[in-house]
């Protein structure tokens, strides 16, 4: 079974970074899109950016020039680096997963989630 863990939340001031990471165990990376989403309170879950199983990476337009999704292969781990933070990033952190060879930015089309980690940015 896929199992993904993600950490590295936290409380930040604006202007701040947070690095995520999250570890992946339980599939076979050829084949699957990673991806960071995030929801804050009363809104709906959003693709912050994803990566392809060839590593070609796509954002959306809000976090684009401030935050960077990566890969380590070896060690089965996703990252997003997150810096020049503003408190409209504020919000619940997902990793998840999904069969196919582009990393899109619906929810609705990954398989596999993590639990969330929160980050808080003032």
């Known amino acids: 079974q896929v199992q993904l863990v993600e950490s590295g939340g936290g409380s930040v001031q604006a202007g701040g970074s947070l690095r995520l990471s999250c570890i992946a165990s339980?599939?076979?990376?050829?084949?699957?899109?990673m991806g960071w989403f995030r929801q804050a309170p009363g809104k709906e879950r959003e693709g912050v950016a994803g990566?392809?199983?060839?590593?070609?990476?796509r954002y959306t337009n809000s976090v684009k020039g401030r935050f960077t999704i990566s890969r380590d292969s070896a060690k089965n781990t996703l990252y997003l680096q997150m810096d020049s933070l503003l408190p409209e990033d504020t919000a619940m952190y997902y990793c998840?997963?999904?069969?196919?060879?582009?990393?899109?930015?619906?929810?609705?089309?990954?398989?596999?989630w993590g639990q969330g980690t929160q980050v808080t940015v003032s």
């Open positions: 998840a997963v999904k069969k196919g060879i582009i990393a899109t930015m619906w929810p609705q089309e990954y398989k596999y």
């Open positions: 990566i392809d199983p060839d590593g070609m990476t």
């Open positions: 339980g599939y076979t990376h050829s084949g699957h899109c």
